[in-house]
């Protein structure tokens, strides 16, 4: 059968073709090995309007995967869909995992998978075709990990799937890059380096044991790991089939296991992989980072890790954020970076719930005492599925008025408490900017940085939107 895979165009003030969508790669791939055709409409990057790609290719199913930000276009899509055919749409992806319910009502909606959804997915596909391709001949009862709505309009959700057994992940295939138009991606960190040729992600674990009061909890809480050789095995083929030039670690928690990372970065260099430069794109564990593990990191060919620090101030870390993190941790893993000569990237957030203007100016005395290569500041954003989106709609205020409006890249406070104004935490934001990137000793680094200059535009261009935008 063919099966059409959406990622739906993004309205962020952020360039979001760093990466292609790795979720979608996986189910196009379990999906070929299941024998069936599939195509990806990538709309941050698609030429031809989605109406043409469904007018050429004729799906039988479409799948659409979206974050909070994507879901009012993820929705505009599936109703194209349904202008241009009866094909049926499944929604996937963070956001219809967490509200299930608000977008199987949907009257162009299917169904919707929630989590992990390669094994949801090819049982859909399998059930479609045995019903000969037509949902009216087919039940979506009992397929676990679904919600759907009834024919009396009512929706139901099955029970969750369990999440792939970590014996089960090393089996998985590749993900189907070759489905992907990769020229028309930037790299996975086009504001700091300068890459010609695919820069590639790669995904090492799945899941995370923490639970921060941040972060969407979309999967289970065990965090499960490939093997070394399984991991490594991808890494080759991501060079020498895939061309990339540049790798990304996109796990939440890469160094989990410490002895696990000293292994990879064993075979890297034992496979003559560490020429091939590789980033981490999300914040490995301070707490579980000294200078041998970064040391070895670094001599397999890592150019730059990030760290999650989040807060400078440690009620805030222990008490709102639920971090397990110590000041000193980070303070001692930024130290170890630097001495085995890793580049850094911190991120942090103001404006979290139960802040003060003393919690924000500790976080930005950090920044500027960590000096990381990238400082990255958040405004506290309340995405659903977070503790963080229950802690605002019972004590505070929620401002966003649509889900499009879950962007803290504009500089705009998403929600108030008692005591945390909007318009402090917009202040504090754009200062955290300012005394961090406008600090002399910073931007004598930051033009001594050959990037800067390739860079030139685009680092003019966001500079001028931070700071006076
Ligand atoms: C890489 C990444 C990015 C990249 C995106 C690259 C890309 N094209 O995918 C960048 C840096 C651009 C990014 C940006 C943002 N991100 Co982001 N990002 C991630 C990250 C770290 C990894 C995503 C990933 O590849 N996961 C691995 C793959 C295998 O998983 P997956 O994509 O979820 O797909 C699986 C399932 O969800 C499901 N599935 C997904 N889609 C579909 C579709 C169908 C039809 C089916 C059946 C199943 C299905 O099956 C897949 C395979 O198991 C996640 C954290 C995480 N753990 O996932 C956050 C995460 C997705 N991001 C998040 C957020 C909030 C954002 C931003 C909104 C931040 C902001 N403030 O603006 C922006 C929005 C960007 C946009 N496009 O609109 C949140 C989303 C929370 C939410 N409620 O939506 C996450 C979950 C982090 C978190 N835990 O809070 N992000």
Redesign the pocket.
């Known amino acids: 059968m063919r099966a059409l ?1 959406i ?1 739906p165009k ?3 003030p ?1 360039d ?1 073709r ?10 196009a791939a379990v999906s070929e090995q299941a024998g069936h055709q599939i195509r990806v409409y ?1 709309g ?1 990057v698609e030429a031809l309007p989605l109406e043409a790609a469904l007018r050429e290719f004729e799906p039988h199913i479409v ?9 009012t276009a993820a929705w505009r899509d599936a109703a194209i869909v349904k202008q241009v055919s009866d094909t049926p749409v ?9 509200l299930p319910d608000e977008s199987a009502a949907k009257p162009f909606v299917a169904a919707v ?1 929630r ?4 094994a ?2 090819t049982e ?1 596909l399998s059930r479609l075709d045995k019903a000969e391709l037509s949902t009216t001949g087919m039940s979506w009862d009992g397929i676990l990990g679904v919600t759907f709505r009834q024919a009396d309009g009512s929706v139901v959700s099955a029970p969750d799937r369990p999440p ?1 057994p970590v014996e089960e992940l090393d089996a998985m295939p590749f993900p189907a890059w070759h489905l992907f138009r990769l020229e028309q991606y930037t790299n996975l960190q086009p504001a700091v380096d300068q890459v010609s040729g695919h820069s590639l ?1 790669i ?1 090492t674990s ?1 899941g ?1 044991p923490y639970r921060c009061t ?6 289970p809480r065990r965090w499960r790991a490939r093997s070394t050789a399984s991991v490594v095995a991808e890494w080759r083929w991501l060079v020498k089939e895939r061309g990339a030039v540049e790798i990304g670690v ?1 796990d ?1 928690s890469f160094n989990i296991n410490r002895q696990r990372v000293l292994e990879i970065c064993q075979a890297l260099l034992d496979e003559g992989l560490h020429h091939v430069p590789w980033i981490m ?2 914040g490995i564990r301070a707490n579980l980072a000294d200078e041998e593990l970064l040391g070895a990191m670094k001599r397999a060919g890592c150019i730059r890790t990030a760290f999650g620090v989040e807060s400078g101030n440690q009620a805030i870390l222990d008490t709102v954020v639920d971090k397990h993190l110590t000041l000193d941790q980070v303070r001692s893993a930024f130290r170890a970076a630097r001495a085995v000569g890793l580049e850094t990237i911190g991120f942090f957030i103001i404006g979290l719930p139960g802040e003060t203007e003393a919690t924000m100016d500790d976080t930005i005395r950090l920044a500027c005492e960590l000096d990381p290569l990238v400082a990255n500041f ?1 405004i506290a ?1 309340p ?4 503790q963080m989106y229950e802690t605002v709609k019972a004590q505070g205020r929620l401002l966003a008025e649509t889900w499009d409006d ?4 504009e500089g705009k406070a998403r929600f108030e408490m008692p005591g945390l104004p909007a318009d402090l935490v917009e202040r504090k934001w754009k200062e955290a900017y300012r005394r961090f990137y406008l600090r002399p000793k910073r931007i004598a680094r930051t033009l001594a940085r050959k990037e800067t200059w390739l860079q030139l535009p685009r680092t003019v261009r966001m500079a001028w939107r931070t700071v006076m935008g």
């Open positions: 895979l990622n993004s309205s962020l952020i979001t760093t990466s292609p969508s790795l979720g979608l790669a996986y189910l990538d941050d799948g659409i995967t979206a974050n909070t930000t994507q879901i499944v929604l996937g992806g963070p956001h219809p995992t967490v998978v989590s992990e959804g390669e949801t997915w859909i792939i992600p995904l799945r995370c941040y972060c969407s909890q979309i999967g996109l939440d794109i999300n958040s954003t995405f659903p599925g977070t879950f962007v803290f890249f």
